[in-house]
């Protein structure tokens, strides 16, 4: 059931009536308080804060310098954070997306063989697609236009896929000859720590002890650490410096110039598609969870969040990031009583306290973050129960989705697999009236997505 505002806080005069905290937020309007917006802050940050470990790692696989990495997730991620509680007054933290960064790094660095610097163009680009589409409206028109099956599929498919490098990470998952994937050497004690580490990220999460995520990255970590798979600190200035990451490696280092030589359609298209799906639902589906939406289905603001988002996006790429996202961890802030953007605006500056802790996330290995990307994946497939099963016009695209992301190790290619199966068969049936006419366009770019790269 979700939570309606009074349920949170039945006691009307606990709401300020007065002073600027209230004017900037709304506390009252919103039936809130401070006491309420600084915990449920606190605690989206603990949920929220093992993407500052994670996404680095992801990110200097692409051959991103780490410490640069690190400073880009974190300053974009306060960026836009701090837009959305201060323009749009949301109570959600927005990040690098693991998605994203995902389809950044293993589907166009590794997979099509473009520099990082050029891929951060094409991010920048997308970008500026975003806020056209949000400032004449097209944005939320295209979301609505795609149907909940595929807009499920989409989310399960990334989740997989996101699991998938997961177990790649840990060892778990390893390249055969034979077989294409095979199981990899459970007695190896990066590979056994990392199958631990899945097992205890879940216990903990089922629990619900704050900040689960982030003490199974400390926790194995520590183990790494004790069985000589990384170095262990030799003083402070391995855990804590004063002095702030240098980031000049990734300051405007994108490349506009080549991401439009390369092509403007396949890679900036597929940003736009994955930004477009992986981001709307959640921050419908948090705003909806605050009480945020009304009857009519409206939400205040939604248009001055995506404006954030869209130039988030942008500002994210020139410090060397990916686009952002607003991730499911928000619905612990918000079920603390979070509604405001006071909640977002601790959680941002939460976020810029760690630049003094960059050193410490340094030392953390890859193996003892893989199990998060398997537990992110493995909470991503509850949407797999909004997909139809008894119509196979919706079950096969939906399934064409989900399988062919992971398979093909490209979110992009799943999406066409199912954008496209999804039309044909629709238009094979007969059923024309059941899609809107968007789809055939969104499947026309899509072969010629195909077709442009063979």
């Not at 990255?217 to 240098?246: C, Y």
């Not at 001055?304 to 607003?326: C, I, K, P, Y």
Request: glycine residues 8%.
């Amino acid at each position: 059931m979700i939570e309606t505002q009074s349920d949170v806080h039945p006691d009307n005069r606990s709401f300020p009536s007065s002073g600027w905290l209230n004017r900037l937020f709304k506390l009252r309007e919103r039936r809130t308080n401070l006491r309420t917006e600084l915990l449920a802050g606190l605690t989206t940050f603990l949920t929220m804060s093992y993407i500052i470990i994670v996404c680095p790692i992801i990110l200097s696989e692409a051959g991103i310098p780490r410490e640069a990495a690190t400073a880009a997730t974190i300053f974009s991620s306060v960026f836009c954070t701090l837009a959305f509680a201060l323009w749009a007054n949301f109570p959600v933290a927005l990040a690098p997306g693991m998605g994203l960064i995902s389809f950044f790094t293993y589907t166009v660095v590794l997979g099509q063989g473009l520099s990082w610097q050029t891929a951060l163009g094409a991010v920048f680009i997308s970008g500026v697609v975003f806020l056209l589409l949000t400032l004449t409206g097209l944005r939320r028109a295209l979301f609505e236009a795609v149907p909940r099956t595929l807009r499920s599929a989409i989310t399960v498919g990334i989740g997989l896929f996101i699991a998938f490098i997961g177990l790649k990470n840990a060892g778990i998952v390893v390249a055969n000859e034979a077989t294409f994937v095979s199981l990899g050497s459970i007695t190896q004690p990066s590979t056994a720590l990392a199958a631990g580490g899945i097992l205890l990220a879940a216990y903990l999460s089922a629990r619900r002890i704050k900040g689960a995520l982030l003490l199974s990255i400390l926790a194995l970590t520590i183990g790494a650490m004790a069985f000589g798979i990384t170095k262990s600190p030799q003083g402070v200035g391995d855990i804590f410096s004063f002095s702030l990451p240098d980031i000049a490696p990734t300051w405007m280092a994108m490349d506009i110039k080549g991401a439009l030589a390369y092509g403007i359609v396949p890679i900036i298209f597929s940003f736009t598609i994955v930004e477009l799906f992986d981001n709307m639902a959640t921050l419908m589906g948090l705003s909806k969870r605050a009480g945020l939406m009304k009857k009519d289905g409206t939400i205040p603001n939604l248009n001055r969040a995506l404006q954030a988002d869209a130039v988030g996006t942008m500002a994210s790429a020139a410090l060397g990031a990916t686009a952002l996202n607003a991730y499911v961890e928000n619905a612990t802030g918000i079920s603390e009583g979070g509604r405001t953007g006071l909640t977002a605006l601790v959680t941002g500056l939460l976020f810029l306290l760690c630049l003094f802790f960059i050193p410490l996330v340094s030392l953390i290995p890859a193996m003892a973050t893989a199990p998060i990307l398997v537990l992110v994946g493995a909470m991503m497939l509850q949407e797999v129960k909004e997909i139809p099963m008894d119509d196979v016009t919706e079950t096969v695209p939906a399934f064409l989705t989900m399988v062919m992301t992971p398979l093909t190790f490209s979110i992009a290619e799943g999406l066409a697999f199912g954008f496209i199966s999804f039309t044909v068969l629709k238009l094979l049936t007969g059923r024309r009236k059941e899609m809107h006419w968007s789809m055939i366009l969104i499947s026309a770019a899509f072969l010629v997505n195909f077709a442009y790269h063979g």
